[in-house]
C-alpha cells in the first residue's frame, strides 16, 4: 500500500468512523455483541491473510516471539480493561483516562526512545487530550445520570478503594498500550515493513483464546439471525448480519491504514491519528444518532482542532522517523 501519509491518514479516519456507526448500530440492538463482533473481525482479517500466496509455507520475515509479544499484551490490556469495569469504575472517569494515550505515548517516546519534541507538540498534546476529555466527559455523563449509577461522593470507603483499584488498572493498560506502539515501531525498525504479514499474525496468534467465548459467540450470531430483515436488492438479509459484515470490511481497511501508518510515521503520529478517529467517531455518532451537541462539546471541538493544528506545526510525519 504505496500510498502518501496524508492519504493513508484521510483513509484511516473515514473507515474508523464509518466502522464506530455500524458498531453503535449493533450495540445499541445488543450491547453485549462486543465479543462477538471482535472476533469477526479478528477472524475477518486473519482469512484476508490467508489469502496471500504461500503465506503458510514460508516463514514469518519477523520472528514469531516478537508478534506472540504484541499479542501477549494486547490480552493482558484487553484483561485488565474490562475488569476495571467489575470494580465498578464510573464510564465517564473511564473514558478521560482512556482519553490520555497520547501524553502516555509522549512519555514513553521521551524516556524509552530517548525523543525530544518541539514545544508545538507537547502544547498540542496537552489541548488535544483536554479537548477529547471535556468532549467524552459531556456525552457520557447524560448517560451517567440517566443509568442511576454511583457517584464516588456516595461510596463507601470500601467503594472507593475498589475504584481505586480500577482507575489503577485502566492506566497500567493505558501504559501498556502505548508501549505496544513503540515495540512495534522497534520491531520495523529491527525486521523492516511486512505490513501484511504483521496483520496476518497479530490477528491469527490470538484466535484460538476465543474457545473460551465460543457458547456465548454461537448466542450472539444465533440472536442476528433473528434480527429486522434490510433489502439489498432482490435479497432480504438479517440485519444485524449486514452490520456486522460491514464492521468487519470497514475494521478491516481501518486496521491496515493504522499498520501501514505505524510502519512509516513515528508512534506518536499514530497515536495522535488514531486519538483524532476516535475524536471524529464520537461527534460523528452524536450527530448521526441526533444526540445533544452542548457547550461543552464546542469547547472540546475547539482544543482538539486547536491541539492538532499545533501538531502538525512540526516536520514530524516522515522526515523525524528518518532521523531517529
Wanted: glycine fraction near 6%; charge should be positive.
Amino acid at each position: 500500500m504505496g500510498l502518501a501519509v496524508p492519504v493513508v491518514i484521510f483513509v484511516v479516519l473515514v473507515s474508523c468512523c464509518c466502522n464506530v456507526v455500524f458498531l453503535e448500530l449493533m450495540i445499541k440492538q445488543d450491547p453485549g455483541a462486543g465479543t462477538t463482533i471482535t472476533f469477526v473481525q479478528f477472524l475477518f482479517v486473519s482469512l484476508e491473510g490467508l489469502m496471500e500466496a504461500g503465506r503458510l509455507k514460508r516463514a514469518p520475515e519477523i520472528p514469531l516471539q516478537k508478534y506472540m509479544r504484541l499479542v501477549a499484551l494486547f490480552f493482558v490490556v484487553s484483561v485488565i480493561s474490562n475488569y476495571a469495569f467489575v470494580l465498578d469504575v464510573p464510564m465517564p472517569l473511564a473514558l478521560i483516562i482512556k482519553s490520555g494515550s497520547l501524553m502516555t505515548n509522549l512519555v514513553l517516546g521521551m524516556t524509552i526512545l530517548k525523543r525530544r519534541y518541539q514545544m508545538s507538540q507537547y502544547i498540542g498534546v496537552f489541548l488535544i487530550t483536554v479537548g477529547i476529555s471535556i468532549a467524552t466527559l459531556a456525552s457520557a455523563s447524560a448517560k451517567h445520570i440517566q443509568s442511576g449509577e454511583h457517584t464516588l461522593a456516595a461510596m463507601s470507603l470500601e467503594g472507593k478503594a475498589k475504584v481505586l483499584t480500577g482507575v489503577t488498572l485502566l492506566v497500567l493498560s493505558l501504559v501498556l498500550a502505548s508501549g505496544m506502539g513503540i515495540i512495534q515501531e522497534l520491531m520495523y525498525k529491527e525486521h523492516g515493513k511486512h505490513i501484511r504479514e504483521a496483520m496476518f499474525y497479530t490477528h491469527a496468534l490470538p484466535l484460538p483464546g476465543f474457545l473460551m467465548f465460543a457458547p456465548g459467540i454461537w448466542r450472539c450470531l444465533s440472536s442476528f439471525s433473528l434480527s429486522a430483515p434490510i433489502a439489498l436488492g432482490p435479497f432480504a438479509l438479517p440485519s444485524m448480519w449486514v452490520y456486522l459484515m460491514l464492521n468487519a470490511v470497514t475494521q478491516y481497511v481501518c486496521i491496515r491504514s493504522v499498520f501501514t501508518l505505524s510502519a512509516n510515521c513515528p508512534s506518536l503520529t499514530v497515536t495522535l491519528v488514531v486519538t483524532l478517529r476516535k475524536f471524529l467517531s464520537l461527534v460523528m455518532s452524536i450527530f448521526y444518532f441526533q444526540n445533544p451537541f452542548t457547550l461543552y462539546h464546542w469547547m472540546g471541538t475547539g482544543a482538539v482542532f486547536l491541539g492538532t493544528f499545533l501538531f502538525s506545526l512540526s516536520d514530524l510525519l516522515p522526515s523525524r522517523h528518518k532521523q531517529d
